[in-house]
């Protein structure tokens, strides 16, 4: 069997260019999934105040995440919630109201809120913000989540469930 040059140098070639492309998709390096908006250090939170009911304050916290962040389920009202005045946690731990089991997304694009609730005495504590752990279908997820503005808590104080939009 007599092999012709330029078919052997053809051949060559194409199992070179074939082995070269091989080992430029086994280096190239595969994507890592964006991390979960959810995630305590990937979204952004901020109180702003909301009209008032009758005889009750409400402030609105809410939540964005840039771009670059998967979006993730949240359900419930937020668990452990505090609220700093100067460096300090104030000793009040507020109540939950509303559905506790409606899903809602967090995540580029998709904002989402929750209400606190308080009940409008002249007994109220200013306070800077709030700390507060998010809750998933599932469970909690690890992690605090602070949101920045001013407020004004007393005993009573509720924390709706989050709820889709800003």
Same mark, same amino acid.
Do not use: W
């Given at each position: 069997? &007599?092999?012709? #040059?330029? %078919?052997?140098?053809?051949?060559?070639?194409? /199992?070179?260019?074939?082995?070269?492309?091989?080992?430029?998709?086994? %280096?190239?390096?595969?994507?890592? #999934?964006?991390?979960?908006?959810? &995630?305590?250090?990937?979204?952004?939170?901020? +109180?702003?105040?909301?009209?008032? @009911?009758?005889?009750?304050?409400?402030?609105?916290?809410?939540?964005?995440?840039?771009? *670059?962040?998967?979006?993730?389920?949240?359900?419930?009202?937020?668990?452990?919630? =505090?609220?700093?005045?100067?460096? @300090? %946690?104030?000793?009040?731990?507020?109540? =939950?109201?509303?559905d506790q089991r409606?899903?809602?997304?967090?995540?580029?694009?998709?904002? /989402?809120?929750?209400? +606190?609730?308080?009940?409008?005495?002249?007994?109220?504590?200013?306070?800077?913000?709030? @700390?507060?752990?998010?809750?998933? #279908?599932?469970?909690? +997820?690890? *992690?605090? @989540?602070?949101?920045?503005? #001013?407020?004004? /808590?007393?005993?009573?104080?509720?924390? *709706?469930?989050?709820?889709?939009?800003?």
């Amino acid at each position: 069997m &007599r092999t012709h #040059p330029k %078919a052997a140098v053809l051949l060559a070639a194409t /199992v070179l260019a074939g082995a070269a492309g091989a080992t430029a998709a086994q %280096a190239a390096p595969t994507a890592a #999934p964006a991390p979960s908006a959810c &995630r305590p250090a990937n979204h952004l939170a901020k +109180i702003t105040r909301a009209p008032g @009911s009758a005889g009750h304050r409400h402030y609105r916290v809410t939540l964005t995440a840039p771009r *670059g962040y998967e979006p993730c389920r949240l359900a419930g009202s937020p668990a452990d919630v =505090r609220f700093p005045a100067h460096g @300090s %946690a104030l000793a009040l731990s507020p109540g =939950r109201y509303g559905d506790q089991r409606t899903a809602v997304v967090l995540g580029p694009g998709h904002p /989402v809120h929750f209400d +606190i609730q308080v009940p409008d005495t002249r007994h109220g504590t200013a306070a800077d913000g709030a @700390s507060f752990t998010l809750r998933a #279908p599932g469970g909690e +997820i690890p *992690g605090t @989540s602070f949101a920045d503005g #001013p407020l004004t /808590v007393a005993p009573g104080t509720l924390v *709706g469930p989050v709820r889709r939009g800003a």
